[in-house]
């Protein structure tokens, strides 16, 4: 399967996509993986990436966050991917092309995430290491990884 990208800052996104992709936010991290807080105010300091099929269903995304709202460095964040199309190898399509989009945005720095601990392989792949120890998260085991410009 192929994704079409759309890949904007909050204000830019517009109601039916912000609509679309907080619901596959929602579906992924509220439903799937317990009751949290998704709008947390950050979303409105980053680029968003949305990948949607064919049919123009949001199946994918992620934000970029500025350097200086969460961390230091930009931070790639709120990866979701819906259920359907994991183990399809389009997880690793999405993480390239936001890290494509923050590279070109902000040349030169490294990025900095709080991974769910159980990804650390997956993040790896995609040059992140594990910097200090786990830490809950939402209930949720976390580590913080950096990767290097």
């Not at 183990?87 to 999405?94: C, E, I, K, R, T």
């Not at 890290?99 to 720095?109: H, S, V, Y």
């Not at 594990?130 to 290097?148: F, K, Q, S």
Request: glycine share 10%; net charge negative; aromatic share 10%.
């Amino acid at each position: 399967m192929t994704l079409s990208w759309t890949w904007r800052r909050f204000p830019d996104l517009g109601v039916d996509d912000l609509y679309d992709l907080l619901a596959l936010r929602c579906r992924v991290f509220i439903l799937e993986q317990g009751p949290y807080l998704d709008p947390d105010g950050i979303d409105r300091h980053a680029w968003h990436l949305l990948g949607r099929d064919a049919a123009g269903e949001a199946r994918a995304g992620l934000r970029i966050v500025d350097p200086g709202t969460k961390y230091a460095e930009p931070s790639m964040g709120r990866v979701v991917l819906d259920k359907a199309l994991r183990g399809s190898g389009l997880a690793d399509v999405l993480v390239a092309e936001g890290l494509a989009r923050a590279d070109a945005a902000w040349p030169g720095r490294g990025n900095r995430i709080s991974a769910q601990a159980h990804l650390q392989r997956f993040y790896g792949r995609h040059g992140w290491q594990p910097v200090g120890e786990t830490y809950l998260e939402d209930n949720i085991p976390h580590i913080e990884m950096w990767r290097a410009p």
